[in-house]
Each structure stands twice: as structure tokens, then as C-alpha cells.
Nanobody
Framework: QVQLVESGGGLVQAGGSLRLSCVAS????????MGWFRQAPGKEREFVAT????????SYRDSVKGRFTISRDNSKNTVYPQMNSLKPEDTAVYFC???????????????WGQGTQVTVSS
């Protein structure tokens, strides 16, 4: 069984930065792709970014391109979304998840973390 634990969320002013992290248990982390999703109050969960197992295939939703950067350190079983130039509309609970490939749809993700709250004040 794989477990995911997110951290790094918090309250930040618009224009600020946060670096989230997601640590995965299990020895096969390096074979999984990891996706990040977010859910704002009253809205459906949406795709944010995904990175494949070796960190070379990365995708972002259009609204975060140029502001968010995702990286992974397989030696630490960890993925790091660096979020810069944050906007109030980035406020959401952010979730990490694992899948067999860097899918954009949450339907293909097998394991999920509990989420971490990101709040961006205007």
C-alpha cells in the first residue's frame, strides 16, 4: 500500500510563493507518475500539473504555466511543486496522487494524499 503525505501549504499574500511537497511511502516511487490537483470551495477538483517517473515529461494547466514548476527527487520519494506569483484564484486544497503515467485526468490516479490548504489573500 502506498501512502502520500502533502505539506507546505499555508496563507500567503498575492504575488508570493509557496513550495509544496508530497512524500510517498513504498520502494517503487520511481516507477510512478505524480499528479497535482486542487479543489476550491464549491468547485470540482481540477488538474494542476503532472510529472512522469523520471521528471522529463511535465504538463501544467494553462492558468499556472510560467508560475508553477514541478520537480521530483526519487532518492527522497518526493515531488515538489514550486508555486510563484500566486493569485487569489489559486486558493484551494492541493492534492498529490500517483498514476502509472502522467495523465491529466484524475480518473487514472490510484493513490491520493489527504490534501494541503493553500490560501492566497488579495
Amino acid at each position: 500500500q502506498v501512502q502520500l503525505v502533502e505539506s507546505g501549504g499555508g496563507l500567503v499574500q498575492a504575488g508570493g510563493s509557496l513550495r509544496l511537497s508530497c512524500v510517498a511511502s513504498g520502494r517503487t516511487f520511481s516507477t510512478w507518475s505524480m499528479g497535482w490537483f486542487r479543489q476550491a470551495p464549491g468547485k470540482e477538483r481540477e488538474f494542476v500539473a503532472t510529472v512522469n517517473e523520471n521528471g522529463e515529461d511535465i504538463s501544467y494547466r494553462d492558468s499556472v504555466k510560467g508560475r508553477f514548476t514541478i520537480s521530483r527527487d526519487n532518492s527522497k520519494n518526493t515531488v515538489y511543486p514550486q508555486m510563484n506569483s500566486l493569485k487569489p484564484e489559486d486558493t484551494a486544497v492541493y492534492f498529490c496522487a500517483l498514476a502509472q503515467a502522467p495523465y491529466l485526468s484524475e480518473a487514472f490516479y490510484d493513490y491520493w494524499g489527504q490534501g494541503t490548504q493553500v490560501t492566497v489573500s488579495s
